[in-house]
C-alpha cells in the first residue's frame, strides 16, 4: 500500500505544477502492481479504471487543467495526502476517505483503492494484544471507568461494541432487581465482553445486603468483576467458582501483592489525579504506574490522566496491560448528564478539582464545585463520618445529575477534565484513542 500511494503521488499528481501528462502517469497502472504485489482481478480492476479516466479519446485537455498549475494548490493538497498515507503507519480512514472524494481525479479510481485501503487496514491493525485483551477477550485495552449513577447499560454497550470494557456499578441501584433488569438489558445491548462494578466497603460481608447483587452475578453469568474498596478475599470463592475473572482497583501501588496473593486476576491503579477515589497517599500516575508492574505479576490496568492515545501510549510505554477511562466517557453522548454539567465540565481547566473527605481518609476528587466546597469547610471542624454523612451521601450527588444542577453535589472528576472540550459518542472516543496511539508510536518510533 505504501509503494500504491508513493507511485500515486510521483506519477499522477507529483509533477502537476508542470503540466505533468496525467495520460502517461495513469498508464503507469501495471508498474503499481508490480510494486504493491496487486495481481488479478484487482489489478485489473485498476487498469480499468485509471484507463477509463485517462483514454486517448477522452478530454486530456480538462484533465491536464484540473491537474495543471492554474490549480496548483489543490493537487499539491492531494499530493501531500497520498504522501501522509505513505508516512503514516496507521491511516485515519474516514478523514482520508473524506479528503480524496473532494480530488475530481481521484474519483475514477477511488471504489478500488477504498478496498484496498480497508484491506490494507485489516493486514495492518489488527485487534491490540496485551495481557488484558487476552485476558478479558476485548478487542482494544480500554476499560470504563465505573461512575457510580452515570455507569449505565447504554454507555457500557457502546464502550464494548467499540472494542473496550463497558461496565455498570452495583452501587447505582439500591435493588437488586434493578441491577439484574439492567444486566439483561445490557446482554441485550452487545453480545461483547462487559464488566461489573462491586464496591466494597470495611463491613460489607458475603452474605450481607450484598448477597442479593452476588445473586444477580451468579444468575446473569456475569464473567468480568471489578471490585474495589475493601479487599476482596471474602468474595473470592464464590466468584472463582461461579467462573469470574477479578480485578481489583487499588489506590497505591502497595496493595499490588496481596491482591494478586487472593487470587486476583488483574489489578488496576490508580494515580492521585484519577477522579472518584484515589487514595490517601499523593503519588501520581507516572509514578504508581510502573511502581505496580514491579510490585505483583498479573496484568496491570493504569487510572488516572487517560483521556486520549497520547496519554494510552504513555501508559503502555509505562509497561501497563491497559488503561481505565473515568472523566472521557462522562463526557460522551451515551452518558446521561444534563447540558449545564457538560458546559461546566467543557469550560473547567486542570485546576478546578479539589480533594474533599480528607477528614475521614477516604480522599474523593471532584469538580470543584460549591457543594464540594461546602464540603471541605465543613470539615474543618472536624466532624464524625454520622455528621459528615448528609452531605456526602451518593443520594446528594445523584438529586444534582437529575436536576441538572451540579454546584449542588461533589461530583467526581479527574484532572484530566482540563482536556476535555467536547461530547463525542463513545465508539468515536474510542477510535480516536487506538488512532492517536498508533499515530504516537510512529511519531516515538522516528526518534529512536
Not at 453480545?191 to 445486603?209: A, E
Request: aromatic letters at 6%; proline letters at 5%; one cysteine or more.
Amino acid at each position: 500500500m505504501k509503494q500504491l500511494f508513493r507511485a500515486a503521488a510521483y506519477h499522477d499528481v507529483g509533477r502537476s505544477s508542470d503540466g505533468y501528462d496525467l495520460y502517461h502517469g495513469a498508464r503507469s497502472a501495471l508498474r503499481i502492481g508490480e510494486l504493491t504485489g496487486v495481481e488479478g482481478e484487482d489489478l485489473l480492476e485498476l487498469q480499468a479504471a485509471v484507463t477509463a479516466h485517462a483514454r486517448p479519446d477522452s478530454d486530456m485537455e480538462a484533465i491536464l487543467r484540473s491537474y495543471g498549475p492554474a490549480d496548483y494548490p489543490r493537487t499539491l493538497s492531494l499530493t501531500r495526502l497520498l504522501k501522509d498515507a505513505d508516512n503514516l503507519d496507521r491511516v485515519r480512514l474516514g478523514d482520508l476517505k473524506t479528503k480524496f472524494l473532494r480530488h475530481e481525479g481521484a474519483k475514477a479510481v477511488e471504489p478500488f483503492a477504498w478496498r484496498l485501503l480497508e484491506r490494507e487496514k485489516e493486514r495492518r491493525d489488527p485487534p491490540m494484544k496485551t495481557r488484558i485483551t487476552e485476558l478479558f477477550g476485548i478487542e482494544y485495552p480500554i476499560i470504563q471507568g465505573a461512575m457510580q449513577w452515570l455507569s449505565k447499560p447504554k454507555l457500557a454497550a457502546a464502550v464494548s461494541n467499540a472494542g473496550g470494557l463497558g461496565t455498570i456499578n452495583m452501587t447505582t441501584y439500591e435493588d437488586p432487581d434493578d441491577f439484574q433488569a439492567d444486566i439483561q438489558l445490557l446482554k441485550s445491548l452487545t453480545d461483547k465482553p462487559f464488566c461489573v462494578n462491586l464496591s466494597l466497603l470495611p463491613d460489607t460481608k458475603p452474605d450481607g445486603p450484598i448477597k442479593g447483587f452476588l445473586r444477580a452475578i451468579v444468575e446473569e453469568k456475569v464473567k468480568i468483576i471489578e471490585t474495589a474498596g475493601s479487599n476482596p478475599q471474602p468474595f473470592m470463592d464464590l466468584l472463582k467458582r461461579n467462573g469470574c475473572l477479578v480485578m481489583h482497583k487499588i489506590p497505591d501501588s502497595r496493595f499490588a501483592k496481596t491482591a494478586e496473593a487472593v487470587g486476583c486476576d488483574a489489578v488496576c491503579i490508580v494515580g492521585y489525579e484519577g477522579g472518584g477515589h484515589p487514595g490517601m497517599a499523593g503519588v501520581g500516575s507516572i509514578v504508581q504506574w510502573p511502581l505496580t508492574t514491579e510490585r505483583c505479576s498479573i496484568p496491570v490496568v493504569g487510572a488516572g490522566g487517560v483521556c486520549d492515545g497520547r496519554t494510552m501510549y504513555a501508559a503502555l510505554a509505562a509497561g501497563l496491560d491497559g488503561v481505565m477511562v473515568g472523566t472521557r466517557f462522562l463526557m460522551a453522548e451515551e452518558t446521561e448528564i444534563g447540558p449545564h454539567l457538560r458546559q461546566l465540565v467543557i469550560d473547567s481547566k486542570e485546576t478546578d478539582t479539589v480533594l474533599t473527605q480528607l477528614s475521614i481518609r477516604n480522599a474523593l476528587r471532584s469538580l470543584k464545585t460549591q457543594g464540594a466546597l461546602d464540603i471541605i469547610e465543613f470539615e474543618k471542624g472536624n466532624p464524625t463520618f454520622d455528621e459528615l454523612y448528609p452531605l456526602i451521601k451518593g443520594t446528594v450527588t445523584r438529586a444534582a445529575f437529575e436536576s441538572d444542577r451540579p454546584q449542588d453535589a461533589q461530583i467526581a472528576m479527574g484532572q484530566v477534565l482540563g482536556r476535555i472540550h467536547d461530547v463525542k459518542p463513545a465508539g468515536e472516543i474510542i477510535r480516536e484513542m487506538v488512532d492517536e496511539l498508533y499515530a504516537m508510536h510512529a511519531k516515538v518510533s522516528e526518534m529512536l
